[in-house]
């Protein structure tokens, strides 16, 4: 069975600061694709940062970079100087094939 | 260039009634996916479209929910006889190369069944 794990419901970090999100998930499959979306109050899925399991150079984004275990299936997402607009929710996902699938989400609230 | 498009932007209906959800995908995009985002919760996929070729229906809850997608573009989601465990937000998301890259989303529906 394909699963995505996020193990952290809800996550607060002070402006200007570091925060690591954390996730993990299980496939048999060995060429995939794994995501970070984020969905702003306002509904809008957004896609944050994309990485290629076949690569092992963890992908980085302006402020978001990935440390990408594929050994350990785990995919978490850092979010550098954090900013009020990165308040959120934060999903992670894999696509082994057509499906995506989707973790529960972490929600984020970055502090003045 | 314009985003996925997604009517109506909310929805309340009472038991019973049967709805129609639609999605506009991004022009040129192939693929597009139906998603459930019920309260609290991640993403429950429920219908794949790619191309011409016959629909990934695996995730579809029951056979009071139908999808279909007419000349490669807009799709219709339609739920019979609606239910209450039904309400939820309703995203579509299409992708312009099977499987393997990004999916851009609509703002999604909330369905609200009294």
């Known amino acids: 069975a394909q699963t995505v794990t996020q193990s952290q419901p809800e996550m607060s970090v002070q402006e200007a600061e570091t925060v690591t999100l954390s996730c993990t998930y299980d496939t048999s499959e060995s060429n995939y694709y794994l995501f970070w979306y984020k969905q702003p109050p306002s509904r809008q899925m957004i896609l944050v940062i994309r990485?290629?399991?076949?690569?092992?150079q963890n992908a980085t984004e302006n402020r978001f970079s990935v440390n990408f275990q594929k050994a350990a299936k785990s995919f978490s997402l850092k979010i550098s100087d954090s900013q009020l607009g990165d308040t959120a929710m934060y999903f992670c996902?894999?696509?082994?094939?057509?499906?995506?699938?989707f973790g529960t989400g972490t929600s984020l609230t970055v502090i003045p | 260039g314009a985003g996925v498009s997604q009517s109506p932007s909310n929805k309340v209906t009472e038991k019973g009634k049967d709805v129609e959800l639609r999605c506009d995908p991004i022009s040129g995009h192939t693929a597009l996916y139906w998603y459930r985002q019920s309260l609290g919760q991640g993403l429950e996929f429920l219908i794949y479209f790619q191309g011409n070729s016959a629909p990934d229906k695996s995730g579809l809850p029951s056979d009071r929910f139908s999808a279909e997608r007419t000349g490669g573009s807009v799709s219709t989601l339609t739920i019979q006889r609606t239910q209450q465990e039904d309400s939820a937000v309703y995203l579509c998301?299409?992708?312009?190369?099977?499987?393997?890259?990004?999916?851009?989303f609509g703002p999604g529906t909330r369905l609200t069944v009294t």
């Open positions: 990485q290629e399991a076949y690569k092992q």
């Open positions: 998301a299409s992708s312009s190369v099977r499987g393997s890259y990004e999916q851009y």
């Open positions: 996902a894999f696509n082994p094939g057509n499906q995506f699938y």
